[in-house]
């Protein structure tokens, strides 16, 4: 099994920044990629970065520019640096993992909310 736990999210301003975190624990072998979606009150979930265990970053286009997925892989935990934000921004963040064996887990989600 595997284990992502959250972290960071919250209350900012329209402009404002914030920055999520997740960490990976358990089966955690031949990760694929690890990545963030999020899902806005109504709406489906919707891709927003992915970072592979090489490094490669693919980002949705709206917050391309905005946004930045990195990893730290000796410490199993994926960032999403936030700036920018806006009100669009508001939904509940949830952290993903995929293995090669094409196993997916997800964690339980963080709410970012962004007042403008």
């Known amino acids: 099994q595997v284990q992502l736990v959250e972290s960071g999210g919250g209350l900012v301003q329209a402009g404002g920044s914030l920055r999520l975190s997740c960490q990976a624990s358990g089966s955690i072998f031949r990760i694929h990629h690890m990545g963030w979606f999020r899902q806005a009150p109504g709406k489906q979930r919707e891709l927003v970065a992915t970072?592979?265990?090489?490094?490669?970053?693919n980002y949705a286009d709206s917050v391309k520019g905005r946004f930045t997925i990195s990893r730290d892989n000796a410490k199993n935990t994926v960032y999403l640096q936030m700036n920018s934000l806006n009100p669009e921004d508001t939904a509940v963040y949830y952290c993903?993992?995929?293995?090669?064996?094409?196993?997916?887990?997800w964690g339980q989600g963080t709410q970012v909310t962004v007042s403008s």
């Open positions: 970072i592979t265990n090489g490094g490669s970053t």
């Open positions: 993903t993992l995929r293995r090669f064996d094409l196993m997916v887990y």
